[in-house]
C-alpha cells in the first residue's frame, strides 16, 4: 500500500520543518484530481505517518494533532483514515512486539475524536474496539453482527397475502385494459395504480407482473407501457426477475414461448430498462449447448458429403436407412425453444441491432442466421438502412420498386444517405448474414446493384481526398462479396437472373480482383458451413451423374442441365468437369457444345477454374517417360481454345498467365497460347501442309483463309477481335512475343538441361511455333499504327531485349511493309500520275525512305568484316521480304476461284435448299470469288514492283572485297540457314530467293558454289535440327531441288535460265564477271555431272545419319528424306542404296523405337513407289568418256574437268561397294556446318577446298586460249560413243543373268545376307563387264575414272562444295595432274580413311599434320579387318569366286601401268597451273561408301590384294611425294612403314571394290 514514503529529514526535523511538508503534501493530493487516484496516494502518506508512530520514531501526540488538521481538508478524510486504522490492526495483530500494538491503540484512542465512533465499529475489530472502549464486550458484539446478517439475508419476509384482495387486482386488469387512445397517459394510470396498491393492499412486484402480462397482450402500445414500467419500477433486478421467471416456466419439453414475450423483453431492452447481461442467464439453452449442436451439424454435413461421394454397397445401404429412421424418430420428440434466437429476431424486428449483435457474437458464426426467421428479420432491417441510398444511386432506369417505410423507432440505425453510411452498420449487417442473404434474392439484387452504382462512382471520381475513401469503400464491397454475395449464390436454386445481376457487378472489377474473389469462393467458402457443405457434396454428385451420360447426341438436354447447375455453384461443377477433360479428352467437344447455356459469370468463373487446373502445383506437365508433355495439358490446352473461341470470355488471365510462366522460364504453357490463337484467329501452324496449302499460303489473307489451312476456319472475325483487343488492352502483344523469342534458346540451355532431347526439341519446336503463329496473327490482325506503335526499331529488339536475330526481322516485317505501303499511298495522293512506271517510281522511293534507317540499324547487329562481302541493304532486302513479295501464286488463286464456282453450281442444282438460303450462299461465294481476283490483281502488281525495286538494287547487293566463297558463306551463314528453318513458308521463301538472285544476275553471287554448299554438307545441319525444323529444312532442300531439277531436265531450260549468267561461272575472280568468255560457263553436260555428284553426296549423308545409331539424327534425315522425294532420290543405285539402310532401320526399330519405325516405315513404302521414276546413272548424266586419242573429258571446259564428271561417277559406284567404308564413314562426320563464328571464315575456305582459287588473280591471256582449244575440242568428241556403249551393256547384263541366279542360289546355303548376296550378283556382273572392255579395246576408262575418283576422294574432308572443285580452273588438267592424283590415291590408300569432319589446310603445305589426321580412325579399320578375318574362316567355300577376282587385279595392274606413262607427260604442267590458279593439292579425304553391302567381298579379295599390294606400293612412292607440293613426307622409321604396308593392302582392297562397283553401275 505504501506508495509514498516519507524522507528521513522529514521524520528527523518534523516540528521544524517535517511537519509542515506532510500538511503541504496532504493539501496537495487532495486539491489534485486523478479519477480516484488522489485518494490512494492520501491513504499512503496517511499510512506512512502512522506506521511511523507504530515503529517509534514520532511522538504521538505531534502526529495526533496533524492528524486532526486532516480532518479538516475533505469530508471523507474520516473514512480514509479509518482504512488506514484497519490496515494497521491486521498489521499490528500480527505483530510479536506488543509495544508496537500498545502504540498503535494508542494512536487510535488519541483520534476518536476525529472520527466518528460507527465507522470504527464497521472496519476495526471487535478486539480492537474493546480495548479502545468502544463496546463492552467483543463475544457479545459478534452475536448480534449474526443475528442482524440472518435477519437481513436468511429469513423470507411475510407478505400480506392473507390481506390482499381480489377485487384490487380486477380493477387493477381493468384499470390497465383500458381504451388508451384519449387523453389517458401513464401518469393517470401509474397514480391508479399507486391508490388500488394502497386500497386493496397489492404485493408491488405481483402488480408488475400483471403490468407485464397485460403488456403482452397489448404489445402494439409500446409507448404507453414502457413509460409506465419505467415510472412504476425503480429496481432493473426485479423486472429482470420477473422476466427470467415468465422465460423458465417455457422451458419444459413440447413448450413454446409466445413472440409476444419476446417482444417484451427486447422492448425493454431496447430502451435499456434492463440490462442483457440480466436477463441473458435466464434464457435456454446455454451457450456450451450451442457450440456443440454447431459441432455437430457441421460433422453431419461431413458424413452425408462423404457418402455421397463414396461407393455404397447394397447391405449399408438398409443400414444406413435404419440409422436414419432413428434419427428422425429422435427428432420428433420436439426440444425446448431457443430462447435466446426468439429474443434475437424480436430485437431484429424492434431494430435494436446493438443488443442483436451483442446476441450473435455469443455464438458460433453464422448459427443464428442459419434460422431462416431471423435471417429474414436482419434482411427487414438491411432493406430499411439502405432504402434511401437504393432509391438514389441503385434503382435501375425504368424500375419502379416498393417503397418501404422505415421504423418508427428512433432508436434503430439510421437509414444510409451515401456510401460511407454503409460502413456504419449495413455491411457489418450483412457480414453477420453470410451465405443466408440467399433467403431474400430481392435485397441480394439491391445490394449488387448499391456495388454498381458505387463501382460508377469510384471510376469517376479522381480526387486524392476522395480515393482514399473510396479505396477503403471498394474493399468493403470486396468483402461483402466474398462473404455475402457469391456464398449466398451457392445456395439459391438455379437462379439465372441472380448469376448476371452479380456478373453486371463483377465485370466492373479488374479480373485480378474477381479471380480471387472465384478462389476463395471455390476452395475455403464450402467448408465454413454445415449447408454448404451439404451444396458441395450434392452438386459432384448431380455433376457426375451428368457426365457420365453426357454424348454427342444429348448435348442439348445435358447442357441445360449443366446450365441449371452452373447458376448457383459452377467453381464446384467445372472442377469436376476439368478434373474429367484431363483424363478424357474426347469428352471436349461435348462439353464445348453443352456450355451454350451458362451465364456470363459462369463463362468467367470458368477461365478462373482453367487457369487453376493449368497453374495445378500437383501435377507433373510431362509424362513419366520425361519425353512428351502430359496428355492432361494438352487436353486442357484444346478446351481452352475451343471454348474461348465459342464463348465471349475474357482472356486477359490466361494471356497473363502464360505471360508470367515465360517469365519464369517456363515454355510448356505455351501449348494453350498456340491452341487459343489457331482457334480463335484461324492461323494454323503445322509443317504437315501439302504443296497447295503452302501455295495458299504465299498469297493474299483471303487465299490463305480459302486455301491455307486444313480445317476451313469459319468466322473468326469477332473472336480474332477479342483475343486482339484483350492483348492491347493489356499491353500482352510485343511482351509475349519478346518472351517467345527469348525462351527458344531458354528451353534448349536453362530449361533443357535435365530433359530428355525428345522433350527439348518438342518445346523448342511448341516455343519457336508459337512464336510464327502469334507474329503472324498480330501482322494481320493489328493496324497499321498499333503495330508500329508497339513494336522497336530491329537494332534495340536485338541489341536491347536480346532478341534473336531471325526473330527479330519476323516481327519487324510487317512493320516495314505497313510503312512501305502507306509512304507509297502518300507519294501517290502527293503526285497524280497513273502510269505504272511513275507508280513504280513512287514505290522504289517510298522503299528507300522506309528502310534507309533500317540498312543503318542491321550494321550494329554484326561485326564490321560481315559487311565486307555482304551490303546491310542486301541482308536487309533478304529479312525483309516474304513470298508474297516475291511471286503470285496464280495456280492457287485459280484452284480456288474455281472451287467457288463449282459450289455455287451445286447450290444451284441442289433442290433441297430454300431460295432464300440459296441466295444468301451464292452471293456468299460470289463475293468471295470477287475478292480473291481482286486480291490477285494487287499482289501481280505488287510483285511487279518489289522485281523492279530489285533489279535497281541488285548491283550494289554484293561487294568483292573478298572471294566469292567468302560471300556465299556469309550469305549462307546470316541469311539462308538461319530463315530456311524458321517456318514453312520461309523455306520456300529462301530457296526461291536464291533463284531470284540467280535470275536477277547478281553480281558476285555464284549461284553453283550456293547449291554445291547447300548440297553437300547437309549432316551437321540435320543433326542440329528439331523434329519440325527437320520438315522446313526438307522443304527448302525439297524447293532448292526442284530448281535444279528443271535445270537438269532440259538442256533448252538450262540455255535459257543458266547460260550467259553470273552464278555459273566457273571463274572465281575476286572482281565482277566477264560475260563474254564461254569458257568460264559450266555447259549442259558439266551441269548433270555436278547435280549427280550432289545427288551422291545427299545419299552418303543421308546413310551416314542412317548409320548412327543416334534417334535425332535418323529421325531429322527420315523427315528430310521424306520431304525431298518428289526430287530425290532420281538416280536408281542411290535409290537402292538408301532403300537397303531404311530397310534396316525396319528391322532394328521396330521394337526398340516405335516412332522411327514407323517413319522408317512410311519412308520406304514411298520411296518404292518411287523406283518407276528412277532412273539409271548413265540416263542421269553421260558418265562414259571418249576414245583416248580424243581430248579426255577431264580435259573439257577447265574448270568443270578437274575430274568432277569421273569424280561423282565414281563416288556414286563406291556408294554401292563394300561394308568395310561402311565403317569408315560411322567415324567420319561429312562437313563443317555452315554457321559457324565468323572468325573461323579461314578455315572454312579453306576446307571448301578454294582458298587458294578464291584469293587468285587474273588467269594469263594464253591459259585462256588454251582452255578454249581443249573446249573445242572437247564439244567435237562428244557423244561419239556413250550411246552404243550403253546398248552393249544392256545386251551383256541380259546374258549374264541366268549365271547370277545360279550363284545366289549356291550363296544362299552359306546363310548370306541379303545386302551380301546383292553384292555377290554385283561382283560377278563388274567381273564379265571387265573382260568384255577388255575385248573392246577400252583399258583405259576405268582406269582414268579410278584415278578421278582418288582425287575427288582426296578433296572431299571437310570439304562442303565439292562442285567447286568442277568449277574451279578455267585452264584444263593436263595428264600429269592426273598422275599426281593417282599416286596421291594410293598414298591415300596405304592409310586409314580420315574423318570428314576434321577441317584439313592444304596438304602441299602440311603433310604432316594430314599424316598425323590419317591415323584417327585406324582402331576403326582394324576391327573391320578383324571381322574381315572372322568371316574369312567361316566361308571356305568363297573360294570359287576368287579364280575371277585373279584375271580382274591382272586387268586392273595393266590399266594402271598404262595410265602412269601419260601421268608422267602431265605432271609438269599440273604442277605450274595450280601455281598460278591457286588449285591446291585436294584434301587428304575419302568420300565413304553410302552402299548398303557387307563385308564378304572384301574378305574375298583380302589375299589376293594382298600379293600385289607391294609392287603397287614401290610403283607409287616416286609420284606420291612429287604430288604433295614437292616437299617429302616425314614418314621415315620402321614402325610406320609396317603399318603403311598392311594399309596397302587395304588399299589396293579398296581400289578393286571401286573399280567393281563402278563396272557394275554400267
Known amino acids: 500500500m505504501a506508495t509514498i514514503i516519507l524522507p528521513t529529514d522529514w521524520i528527523k526535523n518534523w516540528e521544524k520543518s517535517g511537519k509542515h511538508e506532510f500538511v503541504q503534501l496532504c493539501k496537495d493530493l487532495t486539491d489534485k484530481t486523478n479519477h480516484g487516484n488522489e485518494i490512494r496516494e492520501i491513504q499512503a502518506a496517511l499510512y506512512e505517518l502512522c506506521w511511523q508512530v507504530v515503529q517509534g520514531n514520532l511522538k504521538l501526540d505531534l502526529v495526533a494533532s496533524v492528524l486532526g488538521d486532516m480532518m479538516e481538508l475533505k469530508d471523507y478524510m474520516p473514512s480514509i483514515l479509518a482504512d488506514v486504522f484497519s490496515i494497521l490492526d491486521i498489521e499490528t495483530g500480527a505483530l510479536e512486539e506488543k509495544n508496537k500494538r500498545d502504540h498503535y491503540t494508542q494512536l487510535v484512542g488519541a483520534c476518536l475524536c476525529y472520527i466518528p465512533e460507527a465507522i470504527l465499529k464497521e472496519r476495526l475489530d471487535p478486539e480492537t474496539l474493546e480495548n479502545l472502549g468502544l463496546i463492552k464486550q467483543a463475544h457479545q458484539f459478534n452475536q448480534k453482527i449474526?443475528?442482524?446478517?440472518?435477519?437481513?439475508?436468511?429469513?423470507?419476509?411475510?407478505?400480506?397475502?392473507?390481506?390482499?384482495?381480489?377485487?384490487?387486482?380486477?380493477?387493477?386488469?381493468?384499470?390497465?385494459?383500458?381504451d388508451l387512445s384519449g387523453n389517458i397517459t401513464s401518469h393517470l394510470v401509474l397514480e391508479s395504480i399507486k391508490s388500488l396498491i394502497g386500497c386493496f393492499n397489492l404485493d408491488p412486484n405481483r402488480v408488475l407482473d400483471i403490468i407485464l402480462e397485460v403488456y403482452e397482450s397489448r404489445s402494439d402500445q409500446n409507448e404507453f407501457f414502457l413509460s409506465l414500467i419505467k415510472s412504476y419500477m425503480c429496481e432493473p433486478l426485479t423486472l429482470c426477475h420477473i422476466l427470467g421467471f415468465k422465460f423458465k416456466f417455457y422451458q419444459e419439453p413440447n413448450e413454446e414461448t409466445p413472440k409476444s414475450l419476446y417482444h417484451i423483453a427486447a422492448a425493454l431492452l431496447h430502451h435499456n430498462l434492463i440490462e442483457l447481461e440480466d436477463l441473458y442467464v435466464h434464457l435456454m439453452p446455454l451457450d456450451a449447448s450451442i457450440v456443440e449442436e454447431h459441432k455437430r451439424d457441421i460433422s453431419e454435413a461431413k458424413h452425408i458429403a462423404r457418402k455421397l461421394v463414396m461407393v455404397v454397397l447394397p447391405s449399408e445401404k438398409s443400414e444406413d436407412k435404419d440409422k436414419e429412421k432413428e434419427k428422425e424418430e429422435e427428432k420428433n420428440e420436439k426440444p425446448p425453444d431457443n430462447q435466446k434466437l426468439g429474443l434475437l429476431e424480436a430485437l431484429l424486428r424492434i431494430g435494436d441491432w446493438h443488443h442483436a449483435q451483442s446476441i450473435m457474437d455469443q455464438m458460433p458464426p453464422f448459427y443464428a442466421t442459419s434460422h431462416k426467421a431471423i435471417a429474414l428479420a436482419l434482411c427487414q432491417l438491411v432493406h430499411l438502412t439502405v432504402e434511401p441510398l437504393y432509391r438514389r444511386a441503385g434503382v435501375p432506369k425504368?424500375?419502379?420498386?416498393?417503397?418501404?417505410?422505415?421504423?418508427?423507432?428512433?432508436?434503430?440505425?439510421?437509414?444510409?444517405?451515401?456510401?460511407e453510411d454503409l460502413r456504419k452498420d449495413t455491411f457489418s449487417m450483412l457480414g453477420y448474414l453470410g451465405p443466408h442473404l440467399s433467403h431474400d434474392p430481392i435485397l441480394f439484387a439491391k445490394i449488387v446493384r448499391l456495388g454498381k452504382g458505387f463501382m460508377k462512382e469510384y471510376q469517376s471520381d479522381g480526387k486524392p481526398d476522395v480515393k482514399d475513401k473510396l479505396e477503403i469503400l471498394l474493399s468493403c464491397f470486396l468483402s461483402i462479396a466474398d462473404q455475402v454475395l457469391l456464398p449466398s449464390l451457392s445456395l439459391m436454386e438455379c437462379n439465372a437472373c441472380m448469376s448476371e445481376e452479380l456478373w453486371g457487378l463483377f465485370k466492373l472489377f479488374p479480373y485480378q480482383h474477381r479471380y480471387r474473389l472465384y478462389g476463395q469462393w471455390k476452395n475455403e467458402t464450402y467448408s465454413s458451413h454445415p449447408l454448404l457443405v451439404k451444396v458441395k457434396a450434392?452438386?459432384?454428385?448431380?455433376?457426375?451423374?451428368?457426365?457420365?451420360?453426357?454424348?454427342?447426341?444429348?448435348?442439348?438436354?445435358?447442357?441445360?442441365?449443366?446450365?441449371?447447375?452452373?447458376?448457383?455453384?459452377?467453381?464446384?461443377?467445372?472442377?469436376?468437369?476439368?478434373?474429367?477433360?484431363?483424363?478424357?479428352?474426347?469428352?471436349?467437344?461435348?462439353?464445348?457444345?453443352?456450355?451454350?447455356?451458362?451465364?456470363?459469370?459462369?463463362?468467367?468463373?470458368?477461365?478462373?477454374?482453367?487457369?487453376?487446373?493449368?497453374?495445378?502445383?500437383?501435377?507433373?506437365?510431362?509424362?513419366?517417360?520425361?519425353?512428351?508433355?502430359?496428355?492432361?495439358?494438352?487436353?486442357l490446352a484444346s478446351l481452352c481454345g475451343a471454348v474461348f473461341r465459342k464463348y465471349p470470355i475474357e482472356l486477359a488471365g490466361l494471356l497473363q498467365y502464360v505471360t508470367n510462366q515465360l517469365k519464369a522460364g517456363k515454355s510448356f504453357d505455351l501449348l494453350i497460347l498456340k491452341e487459343v490463337v489457331q482457334k480463335m484467329a484461324g492461323i494454323e501452324i503445322t509443317d504437315e501442309m501439302t504443296s497447295e496449302q503452302l501455295e495458299a499460303m504465299t498469297g493474299g489473307e483471303q487465299l490463305k483463309a480459302e486455301g491455307g489451312y486444313f480445317g476451313q476456319i469459319r468466322n473468326t472475325k469477332k473472336s480474332s477481335q477479342r483475343l486482339k483487343d484483350a492483348l492491347l488492352d493489356h499491353e500482352l502483344a510485343l511482351p509475349l512475343c519478346l518472351l517467345m523469342a527469348q525462351q527458344r534458346n531458354g528451353v534448349v540451355f536453362l530449361e533443357g538441361g535435365e530433359k530428355h532431347l525428345k522433350l527439348v526439341g518438342h518445346l523448342y519446336d511448341q516455343c519457336h511455333d508459337t512464336l510464327v503463329q502469334f507474329g503472324g496473327f498480330l501482322a494481320s490482325n493489328l493496324s497499321t499504327e498499333d503495330y508500329i506503335k508497339r513494336v522497336p526499331s530491329i537494332d534495340i529488339l536485338c541489341n536491347q531485349f536480346h532478341t534473336p536475330h531471325d526473330a527479330a526481322f519476323f516481327l519487324s516485317r510487317p512493320m516495314y511493309a505497313h510503312q512501305i505501303l502507306s509512304k507509297y499511298d502518300e507519294l501517290k495522293k502527293a503526285e497524280k500520275g497513273n502510269r505504272q512506271q511513275q507508280k513504280v517510281t513512287k514505290y522504289v522511293s517510298a522503299c528507300e525512305q522506309v528502310m534507309t534507317p533500317v540498312h543503318e540499324a542491321v550494321v550494329s547487329l554484326h561485326p564490321a568484316r560481315v559487311w565486307d562481302d555482304l551490303r546491310p541493304q542486301f541482308y536487309a532486302t533478304f529479312w525483309s521480304l516474304t513470298m508474297y513479295d516475291l511471286a503470285v501464286p496464280q495456280a492457287a488463286y485459280e484452284r480456288e476461284v474455281n472451287k467457288l464456282k463449282a459450289q455455287i453450281k451445286a447450290i444451284e442444282e441442289n433442290p433441297e435448299i430454300p431460295l432464300n438460303k440459296k441466295k444468301k450462299e451464292k452471293e456468299r461465294c460470289t463475293a468471295l470469288q470477287e475478292k480473291l481476283q481482286e486480291e490477285e490483281k494487287k499482289q501481280s502488281e505488287h510483285v511487279q514492283r518489289v522485281l523492279h525495286r530489285l533489279k535497281l538494287e541488285k548491283d550494289n547487293w554484293l561487294l568483292a572485297k573478298s572471294t566469292k566463297n567468302e560471300t556465299i558463306t556469309k550469305f549462307l551463314q546470316l541469311c539462308l540457314f538461319p530463315r530456311c528453318i524458321f517456318s514453312s513458308i520461309d523455306a520456300v521463301y529462301c530457296a526461291r530467293f536464291v533463284e531470284l538472285v540467280h535470275q536477277q544476275k547478281t553480281h558476285n553471287f555464284c549461284t553453283l558454289l550456293c547449291y554445291d554448299r547447300v548440297f553437300s554438307a547437309i549432316i551437321y545441319t540435320v543433326a542440329s535440327c528439331t523434329e519440325n525444323e527437320s520438315h522446313r529444312y526438307g522443304r527448302f532442300l525439297c524447293c532448292m531441288l526442284e530448281t535444279v531439277t528443271r535445270w537438269h531436265s532440259d538442256r533448252a531450260v538450262y540455255e535459257k535460265e543458266c547460260v550467259n549468267y553470273p552464278g555459273f561461272l566457273t571463274i572465281f575472280r575476286a572482281t565482277g564477271f566477264d560475260g563474254g568468255n564461254k569458257v568460264d560457263q559450266l555447259d549442259y553436260e558439266n551441269f548433270r555431272h555436278v547435280v549427280h555428284k550432289w545427288h551422291y553426296m545427299l545419299t552418303k549423308a543421308s546413310v551416314h545419319c542412317l548409320e548412327t545409331g543416334d534417334y535425332t539424327h535418323i529421325r531429322n534425315i527420315l523427315i528430310v528424306l521424306t520431304k525431298i522425294l518428289p526430287c530425290y532420290p532420281k538416280v536408281l543405285n542411290l535409290g537402292q542404296a538408301l532403300e537397303c539402310r531404311v530397310h534396316k532401320i525396319c528391322l532394328e526399330e521396330k521394337d526398340k523405337r516405335p516412332d522411327l519405325y514407323a517413319l522408317a516405315m512410311g519412308y520406304s513404302g514411298r520411296l518404292k513407289s518411287q523406283k518407276v521414276h528412277m532412273v539409271p546413272e548413265n540416263e542421269f548424266h553421260h558418265k562414259d568418256q571418249p576414245a583416248r586419242s580424243a581430248t579426255p573429258a577431264s580435259q573439257q571446259n577447265g574448270p568443270g574437268s578437274t575430274g568432277k564428271p569421273a569424280t561423282s561417277t565414281s563416288k556414286t559406284e563406291e556408294g554401292a561397294s563394300e561394308d568395310g567404308d561402311r565403317v569408315k564413314d560411322k567415324s567420319q562426320g561429312t562437313t563443317k556446318p555452315v554457321n559457324k563464328a565468323n572468325s573461323a571464315a579461314a578455315k572454312v575456305t579453306t576446307s571448301n577446298g578454294n582458298g587458294a582459287l578464291n584469293s587468285t588473280k587474273a588467269v594469263k591471256d594464253d591459259k585462256e586460249k588454251s582452255g578454249k582449244e581443249k573446249k573445242e575440242k572437247k564439244?567435237?568428241?562428244?557423244?561419239?560413243?556413250?550411246?552404243?556403249?550403253?546398248?552393249?551393256?544392256?545386251?551383256?547384263?541380259?546374258?549374264?543373268?541366268?549365271?547370277?541366279?545360279?550363284?545366289?542360289?549356291?550363296?544362299?546355303?552359306?546363310?548370306?545376307?541379303?545386302?551380301?548376296?546383292?553384292?555377290?550378283?554385283?561382283?560377278?556382273?563388274?567381273?564379265?563387264?571387265?573382260?568384255?572392255?577388255?575385248?573392246?579395246?577400252?583399258?583405259?576408262?576405268?582406269?582414268?575414272?579410278?584415278d578421278a575418283i582418288k582425287e575427288s576422294k582426296s578433296k572431299e574432308k571437310g570439304d562442303r562444295i565439292v562442285a567447286a572443285g568442277s568449277i574451279k580452273s578455267p585452264v584444263p588438267r593436263s595428264e600429269s595432274a592426273e598422275s599426281e592424283r593417282d599416286h596421291k590415291r594410293r598414298k591415300l590408300d596405304s592409310h586409314s580413311s580420315p574423318s570428314h569432319s576434321s577441317s584439313v589446310k592444304d596438304n602441299s603445305n602440311d603433310p604432316k599434320e594430314s599424316t598425323s589426321k590419317h591415323h584417327i580412325n585406324f582402331n576403326s579399320v582394324a576391327r573391320s579387318k578383324s571381322r574381315e578375318r572372322e568371316m574369312e574362316k567361316k566361308d571356305p567355300e568363297n573360294t570359287q569366286g576368287r579364280s575371277k577376282e585373279k584375271k580382274e587385279e591382272k586387268d586392273r595392274k595393266d590399266r594402271k601401268r598404262d595410265h602412269t606413262i601419260n601421268d608422267h607427260e602431265l605432271s609438269q604442267e599440273s604442277k605450274r597451273r595450280k601455281d598460278e590458279n591457286?588449285?591446291?593439292?585436294?584434301?587428304?579425304?575419302?568420300?565413304?561408301?553410302?552402299?548398303?553391302?557387307?563385308?564378304?567381298?572384301?574378305?574375298?579379295?583380302?589375299?589376293?590384294?594382298?600379293?600385289?599390294?607391294?609392287?603397287?606400293?614401290?610403283?607409287?612412292m616416286k609420284p606420291e611425294r612429287t604430288s604433295s607440293g614437292g616437299k617429302k613426307e616425314s614418314r621415315h622409321d620402321k614402325d610406320k612403314s609396317e603399318k603403311k604396308e598392311k594399309r596397302d593392302s587395304s588399299g589396293g582392297k579398296e581400289e578393286k571394290k571401286h573399280h567393281k562397283s563402278s563396272d557394275k553401275h554400267r
Request: charged letters at 35%.
Open 398 to 419: 425504368g424500375a419502379r420498386g416498393c417503397v418501404m417505410h422505415p421504423l418508427r423507432n428512433k432508436r434503430a440505425p439510421q437509414p444510409a444517405e451515401s456510401f
Open 1275 to 1346: 564439244e567435237k568428241a562428244a557423244g561419239s560413243t556413250p550411246e552404243t556403249k550403253a546398248e552393249n551393256r544392256r545386251e551383256k547384263q541380259r546374258d549374264e543373268r541366268a549365271g547370277k541366279e545360279e550363284r545366289v542360289a549356291r550363296e544362299g546355303k552359306e546363310k548370306t545376307p541379303k545386302a551380301d548376296r546383292e553384292k555377290l550378283k554385283a561382283d560377278e556382273k563388274i567381273s564379265k563387264d571387265d573382260k568384255s572392255k577388255a575385248g573392246n579395246g577400252e583399258p583405259m576408262e576405268p582406269s582414268r575414272e579410278r
Open 146 to 178: 449474526v443475528k442482524i446478517k440472518t435477519k437481513l439475508f436468511y429469513k423470507q419476509q411475510k407478505f400480506n397475502l392473507l390481506r390482499e384482495e381480489n377485487e384490487g387486482y380486477a380493477k387493477l386488469i381493468t384499470e390497465l385494459g383500458q
Open 538 to 635: 450434392q452438386t459432384v454428385e448431380r455433376a457426375k451423374y451428368i457426365m457420365k451420360r453426357l454424348t454427342k447426341e444429348n448435348v442439348k438436354q445435358s447442357g441445360r442441365q449443366i446450365g441449371k447447375l452452373s447458376h448457383s455453384n459452377p467453381t464446384i461443377l467445372f472442377d469436376y468437369m476439368l478434373s474429367q477433360i484431363q483424363w478424357y479428352d474426347n469428352l471436349i467437344v461435348p462439353v464445348v457444345d453443352s456450355l451454350k447455356y451458362l451465364t456470363s459469370l459462369n463463362y468467367d468463373v470458368l477461365a478462373y477454374c482453367i487457369i487453376e487446373a493449368l497453374a495445378n502445383p500437383e501435377k507433373e506437365k510431362m509424362k513419366h517417360d520425361d519425353t512428351t508433355i502430359s496428355p492432361w495439358l494438352q487436353s
Open 1478 to 1516: 591457286g588449285t591446291n593439292s585436294s584434301k587428304n579425304s575419302k568420300s565413304t561408301s553410302p552402299s548398303c553391302d557387307s563385308p564378304l567381298s572384301a574378305e574375298k579379295e583380302k589375299s589376293k590384294r594382298s600379293k600385289s599390294s607391294s609392287k603397287e606400293k614401290a610403283d607409287s
